[in-house]
């Protein structure tokens, strides 16, 4: 009952924070008309480009969900994988805070009797390295080496520790089976994914301000990242870009620049999810994959 109780607060929280950030941009905007220019100048082109590279990292993650069940001897198939991912997403945006994990979680316990434990235990690795390569970004984009030279550290560490913890979690008929390589694999496409998202926060950032260079995005992309472990609200809204506007001293990006970007991200964005959607009704995803 208090659990109940619990989700219910949070989901008021939610709902009340997406409030509060929609009136902010309301009022910021009223009050600061020229931002608003360059999301007016949004071209054909940046639009198209962006929701390639949205389309691209939605492949990366059909390849870190591959590279997960490979760690247990698992195998699913391409066009399963995608349809998964593609339903994932769009119930991780519109659904109860941020719920596309769980859905993968319950979908391949059921599918491919994959204990959620063990997907707990992948899906803690993954997301720490998301953690890592993201306070990497932080300290490349600001220049700070030895903060860098230390994120790399921590990374190894944490591929070895994860592949660790795997081993001691599964039984020993499984243990033989891990691989290494494989979570040195999942720990690529995840630089990979990272380092897509920082291409659309460039063309976004360059959109609003063609003055901003790739070491800010960096940092830029670090910080927004790292805005998604404490969000409960559909793409970290309002979340992400109180973590950006607070954090300016680490990319150097101002206000209006943020706010503008983040209204082109959260537009592109929507458009494509919409088009998840459209391919989700046409492949009858939500009755196949329930």
Not at 133 to 147: E, Q, R
Request: charged residues 15%; contains cysteine.
């Amino acid at each position: 009952m208090k659990e109940i109780i619990n989700k219910h607060q949070k989901k008021l929280l939610a709902i009340l924070i997406l409030i509060l950030t929609a009136g902010g941009f309301l009022f910021y905007f009223l009050n600061h008309k020229n931002a608003l220019e360059p999301v007016k100048n949004l071209s054909l082109f940046n639009i198209s480009a962006i929701l390639i590279l949205y389309g691209a990292i939605l492949l990366a993650l059909t390849y870190v969900l591959k590279c997960s069940l490979e760690l247990f001897e698992k195998k699913i198939v391409f066009h399963e994988n995608l349809q998964l991912n593609i339903w994932s997403n769009i119930v991780n945006f519109f659904g109860p805070l941020q719920s596309g994990p769980g859905v993968r979680a319950i979908y391949l316990k059921k599918k491919h009797s994959l204990d959620i434990k063990k997907f707990l235990y992948v899906s803690l690795i993954y997301y720490g390295f998301i953690a890592l390569i993201s306070c990497l970004f932080i300290a490349v984009g600001g220049f700070n080496f030895m903060l860098a030279l230390i994120t790399i550290i921590l990374a190894s560490i944490v591929i070895y520790a994860g592949f660790k913890l795997l081993s001691s979690k599964i039984n020993k008929a499984d243990k033989a089976r891990l691989s290494l390589e494989t979570i040195s694999k999942l720990f690529i496409i995840t630089l990979i994914q990272l380092f897509i998202t920082s291409l659309i926060y460039l063309i976004e950032l360059h959109i609003v301000n063609k003055s901003i260079d790739y070491h800010q995005v960096l940092a830029y992309t670090g910080v927004a990242n790292l805005s998604l472990f404490v969000a409960i609200t559909p793409g970290a809204i309002g979340f992400r870009e109180s973590f950006l506007l607070l954090t300016q001293k680490l990319h150097h990006i101002n206000a209006s620049n943020i706010l503008s970007a983040s209204i082109i991200d959260r537009s592109v964005y929507l458009l494509f999810l919409l088009i998840l959607i459209a391919v989700a009704a046409s492949m009858h995803l939500k009755k196949r994959l329930s």
